[in-house]
């Protein structure tokens, strides 16, 4: 054949073909925009929400450096700063901490910092400069707050001033200030160079650095901040500049881990990918099927092509030519309204997960991404229509129908002809058709089983006792706030206890008592406590290996928490090995202790201590008393103090018995349960208590986890049934595109059995029993396969979480039943009524 090399005859032909097709065309449009929507859906979500996470962190971290060193000397900074590999090197310089009383709630730093390293740790000031003179400080607004002044420069501040040596108190004038943002941690107090090097002078050797780590104190230390000259393996880069610099373990390094933790973890990778998969799939069985169709529908019009020389890569063109043409219009719509559509769900999705507000910004990589994968998607579902034209000849066009009229058999049966048979035979004439739709219809309903599954498998009473254990929870404010160092642990009063006892519709309430200490271990006990410390030293820092050592080695002891528990507690407490007997438990003889590796199926066979044994405690007045073990467990960590040591142990004792060896009597938190008739009463009774009673009080209400709870419930639902709906209208189209394309290519067909005696009912029955054997099989699909993918992708996205219990949930395929059947009945009878005029 000879080849004729006219692009403008193709494209007329393909224009041509795209007028005789309209119908073809917006079903086309509207598969591809549909395609296109949920790939810029869940490109712009996952890019946002690893940009969110990414700032989120680096608030967090207080630096978008890529990495730094903490508590250097000047001798140690000028080696850093000759270093040609790294940029944008600037420092702070550590100058103490604030003892003021309005600060006690709210962990603030006092450093001199140099511009560029202000601007990289988000505390430039917006208003006013750094710094100048002696008593100039520029700090953010929460500090402002803190103390009772307006948001202004020109304000004057008397500040307590700690560094470990010596005291400072003194009126400074504010001369910058700047909004903090939220996710960021500590509040920042600059102060100028000059009284920086007068009250704690720079660090210049190891005798100034001993002088100060003598008192732990970091005053006088320089914490450089830098950049490498991309982000890629900050470690690896971090490990080469300390080889560079001679650095060796003793110096501390912070890489920032927004840079590591920005990119997405391996689940939710392989979720984004699970899902892109999907929507390939989907958009795949529906572009592919109706490109078939055409095919089938225009063949006689290609082998006439081919009968007078087009080539086969011509008529390859000309099929791929229609796709960029319909693509040209169907890409941007999808990609557009997928934009439109991410607007509205990444505030909510980052907003509940991540915590910080988000400003939806136009990326055009996210379109461009978006834009190639749904052609490729739009190009791969070509392939096999290109296959059907160039493997065709122009006698075999003539003759080609797009199925199958011989169905071979082994043996000659004799049965009753009705239009449920004769359905049944039809379905069969087209397999590769009949599957594409079958799973596209599956696809939609998997999901939407998955999206309920996965909602109902969120547990809330897990989910709200890992943060609340009871309706209330008073406690000193600074235990609230997780980022404070200092915090008071014995901060309820007997006299908060008794006025709380006295509100109305209290069920229970008690409370939890705590010290820390140190306990002495020997013997056995000791050399458990060396064999732990062998599996654990590789995972930690030479820092705290260190002191591990001095302690277990030197001083054969490890630390310690000793805990005084009323009732409402006890009965909280999570077992590992023991049973709980309050009226054993109570009489004093008996504690509970705590096993070093927590959370782990084999908790209690590491622990230090078995069930029966006798353990020396030393209690908060510095007595020692000797008691028997009577289980292993942990306290709930909504009950605890929230934080644990390397190697440690937690003791619990009956509160009585730890009050009679105490000399403090404050409670660190205090737990109450309220009749449903009361909750509103006592939360404001309280709120009125804490904020003008008792100031340095705070509490926290369950119902405040639980909104949390309810909302995280409708993201997951929200995302996940737009996804179902989007899937399902692409299973009906593909339905109702192959029930419509069916009916046309069968016309001749159709007719032929009316004239030979089926009546037009008949021929309606036979179409719909075609559609329902669709939708049984469809089902088939879903209660076998999808059943086993609910299991597996449900695990896959919410199996680490703390408050996931799976739970299978049947009605989304049982309430689809219903629908899909009167779908698969009706819409060939509309068709069928179309045929018959």
């Given at each position: 054949m000879r080849n004729i090399n006219n692009r403008k005859w193709i494209s007329n032909i393909s224009k041509k073909s795209m007028k005789a097709n309209r119908k073809r065309n917006l079903i086309l449009i509207l598969a591809i925009s549909l395609t296109a929507f949920m790939v810029t859906a869940v490109f712009t979500v996952a890019g946002s929400m690893i940009t969110g996470m990414e700032k989120s962190t680096m608030y967090q971290v207080g630096s978008d450096f890529h990495a730094g060193f903490k508590f250097l000397t000047q001798k140690q900074y000028d080696k850093l700063s000759r270093d040609n590999k790294i940029s944008e090197l600037s420092y702070s310089i550590i100058v103490g901490q604030s003892t003021n009383e309005e600060l006690r709630e709210d962990y603030t730093e006092i450093r001199y910092t140099g511009e560029g390293n202000a601007k990289h740790s988000f505390s430039f000031p917006e208003i006013g400069t750094l710094p100048q003179k002696e008593n100039e400080i520029a700090t953010c607004i929460n500090v402002l707050d803190d103390f009772g002044l307006s948001h202004e420069i020109g304000q004057t501040i008397r500040l307590q001033i700690d560094n470990g040596i010596d005291t400072y108190e003194g009126e400074f004038l504010v001369s910058g200030i700047w909004k903090k943002p939220t996710a960021t941690l500590a509040n920042q107090i600059y102060v100028s160079k000059e009284f920086q090097e007068k009250f704690s002078p720079t660090w210049q050797n190891e005798v100034d650095m001993k002088k100060f780590m003598d008192v732990d104190s970091y005053a006088g230390s320089i914490n450089p901040g830098f950049n490498f000259n991309n982000a890629f393996n900050i470690s690896g880069k971090m490990d080469e500049l300390k080889m560079r610099l001679d650095f060796g373990k003793e110096i501390n390094e912070g890489v920032n881990w927004a840079y590591s933790t920005s990119s997405i973890d391996p689940t939710s990778m392989a979720l984004m990918i699970f899902l892109l998969f999907i929507i390939m799939i989907s958009g795949y069985l529906i572009i592919s099927n109706i490109f078939n169709i055409s095919i089938t529908a225009d063949i006689h019009h290609y082998g006439l092509l081919k009968t007078i020389g087009t080539t086969n890569i011509q008529l390859k063109k000309i099929?791929?030519?229609?796709?960029?043409?319909?693509?040209?219009?169907?890409?941007?719509?999808?990609?557009?309204?997928g934009y439109l559509a991410s607007m509205i769900m990444i505030p909510l999705i980052i907003s509940n997960m991540i915590s910080i507000p988000v400003t939806m910004k136009f990326n055009i990589w996210f379109f461009v991404v978006s834009g190639i994968f749904s052609w490729i998607t739009v190009r791969i579902s070509c392939i096999r229509p290109c296959r059907i034209v160039k493997k065709i000849s122009p006698v075999e066009a003539v003759r080609y129908i797009g199925y199958s009229n011989s169905i071979k058999r082994k043996n000659k049966r004799t049965h009753k002809v009705t239009p449920v048979t004769m359905a049944w035979q039809n379905i069969g004439r087209n397999k590769k058709k009949t599957i594409s739709v079958i799973l596209s219809m599956a696809l939609s309903i998997i999901m939407l089983n998955i999206t309920v599954s996965l909602v109902a498998s969120f547990d809330e009473d897990k989910y709200v006792s890992s943060f609340a254990s009871s309706d209330f929870t008073v406690a000193d404010a600074s235990l609230f706030d997780r980022y404070l160092k200092a915090v008071e642990n014995e901060g309820v009063s007997e006299s908060n206890i008794e006025y709380c006892k006295k509100m109305n519709g209290i069920e229970d309430i008690g409370a939890v008592y705590m010290s820390t200490g140190f306990h002495k271990v020997d013997g056995s006990v000791l050399k458990k406590v060396l064999n732990f410390y062998e599996t654990i030293k590789n995972k930690i820092n030479s820092d705290e290996a260190k002191e591990l050592e001095t302690r277990i080695f030197d001083s054969h002891e490890i630390y310690s928490c000793v805990y005084g528990i009323d009732q409402i507690v006890y009965d909280k407490l999570e077992m590992d090995a023991g049973k709980l007997d309050w009226e054993k438990f109570k009489t004093g003889k008996y504690v509970v202790i705590s096993a070093p590796i927590e959370g782990s199926k084999d908790d209690a066979e590491v622990a230090f201590y078995k069930i029966g044994d006798n353990i020396n405690v030393e209690m908060p007045d510095g007595s020692t008393k000797s008691y028997e073990v009577i289980g292993i467990g942990k306290i709930p960590y909504?009950?605890?103090?929230?934080?644990?040591?390397?190697?440690?142990?937690?003791?619990?004792?009956?509160?009585?018995?730890?009050l009679a060896h105490s000399q403090s009597k404050g409670a660190m938190k205090l737990f109450m349960n309220v009749d449903d008739d009361n909750i509103d009463k006592v939360e404001a009774s309280l709120t009125e208590y804490c904020e003008n009673i008792k100031?340095?009080?705070?509490?926290?209400?369950?119902n405040k986890y639980k909104e949390g709870f309810k909302e995280m419930q409708q993201t997951f639902l929200l995302i996940g049934s737009a996804m179902s709906l989007i899937l399902a209208l692409i299973g009906i189209l593909n339905f109702i595109n192959l029930t419509y394309t069916s009916i046309n290519e069968r016309s001749r067909e159709l007719m032929t059995l009316h004239a030979v005696g089926m009546t037009y009912k008949q021929i309606k029955n036979m179409l719909s029993a075609e559609g329902v054997i669709r939708i049984i099989f469809t089902f088939i699909a879903v209660f076998t396969i999808g059943i086993g993918l609910n299991r597996t992708i449900v695990n896959m996205i919410a199996g680490q979480m703390i408050m996931f219990k799976y739970q299978f949930v049947v009605w989304p395929m049982l309430v689809s039943i219903p629908i899909f059947l009167l779908i698969a009945v009706v819409i060939p009878k509309m068709f069928s009524w179309q045929n018959r005029a």
């Open positions: 099929v791929i030519r229609q796709a960029i043409m319909i693509s040209i219009i169907a890409i941007p719509i999808g990609l557009l309204i909504a009950m605890g103090s929230g934080y644990s040591f390397t190697i440690d142990i937690n003791i619990m004792l009956p509160s009585e018995e730890y100031p340095l009080l705070d509490f926290e209400s369950r």
